[in-house]
């Protein structure tokens, strides 16, 4: 996917999740949650790792139906550098 004419993302070129963290006790392991702020879907975490994984594999579909965007509202240091698949 790729930015519009007037450089708005398509609805599925852009994710964003609220993420949080909690420990039920002091000696618990961190429990984690993310809900995506578009749809406002939770989903919950027994651990860290597992978020992570999940935040991966959100990132690896979206890659394999298309090249996304970078937002044109990301600052230039922020931007990730150029690929040779760049057009």
């Avoid at 651990?47 to 394999?64: C, G, K, N, P």
Wanted: aromatic share 10%.
């Amino acid at each position: 996917m790729t930015t519009s004419r007037t450089g708005v993302l398509t609805a599925s070129a852009y994710r964003s999740y609220l993420v949080r963290f909690w420990q039920s006790n002091e000696q618990g392991c961190w429990r984690a949650a993310a809900q995506c702020v578009q749809t406002g879907n939770t989903v919950l975490f027994g651990d860290v790792e597992s978020l992570l994984a999940f935040l991966q594999t959100e990132i690896s579909t979206q890659s394999r139906q298309g090249a996304v965007a970078t937002p044109a509202w990301l600052p230039d240091h922020a931007k990730p550098p150029p690929s040779q698949f760049d057009t």
